[in-house]
């Protein structure tokens, strides 16, 4: 595999951020800063990473000249504001998902992003798995004629806590924001054209969050995807995608490594693999620094946008607003 060119600095230094230092070391790097709002905290990520800077604020880790590429993993409600500073200091920025908000947020760090001639990106490991990569090429092959229907799950159970991220409006919790833009960017990678027909129904956490929900979603060439998230009852992370002549399933999608396609002719199973689960953030990080590079428009901030239009949609449909909406 290959070795970073750039230098990194976090803003954020929770679990992401472990696997993000974990995966830069097997890459022959490592982030060269960091910053976070608990400076024990962050204290104790540098000391274990071999981090060399930790900043006092994140204006330093901004205007640091030896950081050209800032990775931020706060809560999605810091995300906007931080995004904006880094691109105005003149850093490429990799957010964790969900990147903003809402759609108005992203349309503005987008214009931003290409006023400065830099790169923004979303951490959607999906996008650079060797397996979907593998797999789009084959769906432009024509081998399995028009798409028809993808379906997706993502489920996790998690324990009511009113103060966790999962369920804290003040942190933007709610499933949609957090697992289900798995599914919708996993469905937005094999569709043509972004969805346009959106249909829902949504359950409320006591906290007002969502807490499962299940979207219909159809684009002008009238191909669908059926969604069902839920942050209180476990399933199966599978996608299941569906053409004319056969259908591919998905397993553990969004690091996924291994697929099977089914052709509806015979009947007969064929086992695609690529790359490794074990490596996700690898690639993107190799992504990140080739777009970085000028050499590849491999990050699709086109399909994240066309995801966070379709949600900010959807919670605008359910009256969910976030405090730093109303």
């Known amino acids: ?44 990520f ?48 990799l957010a964790e998902k969900s990147i903003t908000l809402n759609s108005d947020e992203l349309s503005l760090a987008a214009s931003l992003a290409a006023k400065k001639q830099l790169v923004l990106a979303e951490a959607m490991t999906l996008y650079h ?8 090429e084959r769906v432009r092959s024509g081998a399995l004629g028009a798409l028809r229907l993808a379906q997706l799950n993502f489920g996790s159970y998690k324990p009511y806590d009113e103060k966790s991220r999962f369920f804290n409006k003040n942190l933007a919790g709610g499933a949609l924001l957090d697992i289900g833009i798995y599914a919708l960017s996993c469905a937005r990678w094999f569709m043509s054209a ?19 929900s299940s979207i219909l979603l159809k684009n002008r060439a009238e191909e669908m995807a059926a969604v069902t ?10 996608a299941t995608i569906v053409f004319d002549k056969g259908y591919m399933e998905i397993f553990d999608y969004p690091r996924a490594d291994k697929a099977a396609v089914v052709w509806t002719a015979d009947g007969r199973r ?16 190799l992504d990140m620094e080739a777009a970085a590079a000028g050499e590849t428009d491999a990050m699709h901030l086109d399909y994240t946008s066309d995801v966070m239009e379709i949600m900010t949609r959807l919670r605008k449909s359910w009256g969910l607003k976030y405090p730093e909406e109303a």
């Open 129 to 136: 798995m060797p397996l979907f990569k593998k797999l789009a």
């Open 194 to 212: 972004k969805p346009e027909e959106l249909l829902s129904t949504v359950r409320f956490a006591p906290t007002g969050v969502d807490e499962q």
């Open 270 to 285: 064929e086992e695609i693999t690529a790359g490794s689960a074990g490596d996700a953030l690898c690639y993107e990080v």
């Open 229 to 238: 998230l839920s942050l209180h009852a476990k399933q199966p992370k599978r």
């Open 46 to 93: 540098a000391a274990k990473y071999g981090i060399e800077k930790v900043y006092e604020k994140p204006e330093q880790l901004f205007r640091d000249p030896d950081v050209d590429i800032v990775y931020i993993s706060t809560p999605h409600n810091t995300h906007a504001p931080y995004i904006l500073r880094a691109l105005e200091a003149g850093r490429h920025v």
């Open 1 to 44: 595999m290959e070795k970073m060119r750039f230098s990194w600095a976090t803003l954020g230094c929770g679990a992401i951020a472990c696997e993000m230092a974990e995966a830069m070391a097997r890459l022959g790097g490592g982030f060269h800063g960091a910053a976070a709002r608990n400076s024990e905290r962050v204290r104790a």
